[in-house]
């Protein structure tokens, strides 16, 4: 966001209040999304419990087909479905650096979370970027959303805990069966990790190969629990 067009949205919340990202109708300045909008989001209501992925109405279980051979996390929690608008907020704040949205999906997936029956984590951890990967974007978008997300539940967030020590090709522009591949020991544990409960944050999870591969290592690192919280779930 440019400094004229901050300084217009500044003085229009001063002048008219905060207004709503999605339909423009008066919004909370906390929030920025009304009260209809939000309800309308695409949430999740029946989900594996290991894995979040979206279970269909004949599912009467918790857990997917994968998860109930092996299961990928000790828990998982997602907001919502990978779907409109939820995919316009997260791929503005990655691709056009629109932190706010950031704040704005960290308190929908913390309501979230906290409405859920998991137990609080010892720490969060968000899925790193490597260091070029950083430099191209400036900040990493699950470590923003970590950020509001320890303000919310009351856990501490070590974003570096972790680091990608390959800069993978974007799992988005790979076929499925070659996502296990590209981020396979991808990551390390640079120094000692005490917590034994660690909860692994990104903002969104479409076959869970690259927060499998955290969690694999974070388990090396001796980390008893591994839990997996994401905006949205593809």
């Not at 067009?5 to 008219?16: G, P, R, Y």
């Not at 949205?101 to 490597?130: E, F, K, M, N």
Request: proline share 6%; aromatic share 6%.
């Amino acid at each position: 966001m440019s400094i004229l067009d901050q300084w217009l949205k500044d003085t229009q919340v001063a002048v008219l209040g905060p207004r709503c990202l999605l339909c423009r109708a008066p919004a909370t300045l906390e929030r920025e999304l009304c009260g209809p909008c939000t309800q309308e989001l695409p949430w999740l209501t029946h989900a594996c419990r290991c894995c979040a992925l979206a279970l269909n109405a004949s599912n009467t279980g918790d857990l997917c087909r994968v998860c109930a051979r092996r299961p990928r996390f000790d828990a998982a929690v997602a907001a919502f479905g990978y779907q409109e608008p939820v995919r316009w907020f997260i791929t503005r704040l990655k691709f056009n650096g629109q932190l706010a949205h950031a704040r704005l999906l960290g308190d929908l997936l913390g309501a979230r979370i906290a409405s859920s029956a998991t137990p609080r984590p010892d720490l969060l951890v968000p899925v790193p970027l490597h260091r070029a990967g950083y430099r191209r974007r400036g900040f990493n978008q699950a470590g923003e959303i970590a950020r509001r997300l320890s303000a919310t539940l009351g856990c501490p967030v070590n974003a570096r805990a972790l680091e990608r020590q390959r800069d993978t090709a974007r799992q988005s522009t790979l076929p499925a069966h070659r996502r296990a591949a590209n981020v396979r020991n991808a990551f390390v544990c640079p120094q000692p990790v005490t917590a034994r409960h660690v909860a692994i944050v990104d903002d969104v999870v479409t076959t869970g190969q690259t927060a499998v591969a955290v969690a694999d290592c974070l388990r090396r690192a001796g980390v008893q629990r591994v839990d997996l919280y994401c905006v949205a779930r593809a």
